[in-house]
């Protein structure tokens, strides 16, 4: 038995390499990091490069992540954990979910979907009608030809989060959401089941992530619950926008690591930018890390927007 000493806080950053890094993707690792450090803790990086079609260039972009974050000075604990390494795990926790009888194969096409059922309020995915099920229970056979993806059954019934900084969030899975994929037709894991997994066996007691994914948690957490895994605390922090008010995009190269280092010679003014925007200063200034771990605090974030200075 290992003598070490748990962590108090464990926390990580789990980007998807579908580009190189934005100003916005390096807000949520400071403060993943800042929330963990400040607090004795630990902070965990995790590649989620499960989705080689969404990731065309994964290799080339986590080896520009990796080094964008050394240059932002983010030091990380343990080894860096991959999600297309680790398959054959999440394939065990699908099995347990199969074995209950909680899944079922969903043989419909994007546009059947698309065509037939209600969007889901946060995020636009439809919200499905159970059609598949329907027709297995009916005993009716599936379209030949084609692969299915594969459903797990929610209740109908609430889930509630309380977030550190969006309070509480509340959904009723089976109306807001139903039944959602946790293995595409393609045979890859879905994000939902994949991340419930790896934070579970990580460790991890912190999340902190955009608030344009506080929608997928109360999908997590009954997960968490039906696989009897530890929900972490959360902490969905405002989305960054350039000093006009316009949401930074990787698709648009907007906040590019690329550009930034071409400017910056060190990180010091960057993260005395990113710092004043999170409310950590009163105006921009070069500054380290460990400066800003004596200024840390959640109290001191927006809720909304967070802005990034004018002219940066």
């Given at each position: 038995m290992s003598d070490r000493k748990k962590p108090p806080v464990v926390?990580?950053?789990?980007?998807?390499?579908?580009a190189r890094l934005h100003l916005g993707n390096l807000m949520c690792a400071l403060l993943a990091w800042l929330s963990?450090?400040?607090?004795?803790?630990?902070?965990?990086?995790?590649v989620e490069d499960l989705d080689a079609a969404r990731c065309p260039y994964m290799g080339e972009n986590t080896k520009y992540m990796l080094d964008d974050l050394a240059w932002l000075g983010l030091e990380f604990d343990g080894e860096v954990l991959y999600q297309s390494k680790r398959s054959?795990?999440?394939?065990s926790y699908f099995e347990q979910l199969e074995e209950r009888g909680l899944i079922y194969p969903c043989y419909c096409s994007r546009a059947e979907l698309h065509a037939t059922t209600a969007p889901h309020l946060s995020d636009n995915t439809p919200i499905y009608d159970r059609r598949c099920l329907l027709r297995a229970e009916r005993g009716e056979m599936p379209p030949e030809g084609r692969r299915p993806a594969w459903r797990v059954k929610v209740p109908d019934g609430e889930i509630s989060v309380f977030d550190g900084l969006q309070g509480e969030y509340r959904e009723n899975l089976l109306r807001d959401c139903s039944d959602f994929?946790?293995?595409?037709?393609d045979?890859?894991?879905?994000?939902?089941?994949?991340?419930?997994?790896?934070?579970?066996?990580?460790?991890?007691?912190?999340?902190?992530?955009?608030?344009?994914?506080l929608f997928s948690t109360p999908r997590q957490i009954y997960l968490q619950k039906t696989l009897g895994l530890a929900t972490p605390n959360y902490y969905h922090i405002p989305l960054l926008t350039d000093a006009a008010g316009r949401r930074l995009?990787?698709?648009?190269g907007d906040g590019c690591m690329e550009s930034v280092r071409a400017k910056y010679k060190n990180a010091?003014?960057?993260?005395g930018a990113l710092a004043a925007a999170l409310g950590l200063l009163p105006k921009p200034e070069a500054v380290t890390l460990p400066d800003l771990l004596s200024l840390f605090?959640?109290?001191?974030?927006?809720?909304?927007?967070?802005?990034?200075?004018e002219g940066f």
């Open positions: 926390g990580r950053f789990a980007p998807t390499p579908s963990a450090k400040s607090r004795g803790g630990e902070i965990l990086l995790r054959d795990i999440y394939r994929v946790v293995r595409r037709a045979g890859v894991f879905a994000y939902q089941l994949a991340v419930v997994v790896d934070d579970a066996l990580s460790g991890v007691t912190e999340v902190v992530r955009g608030n344009d994914l995009s990787k698709r648009d010091a003014p960057v993260l605090a959640w109290e001191k974030l927006p809720r909304d927007a967070i802005k990034l200075p």
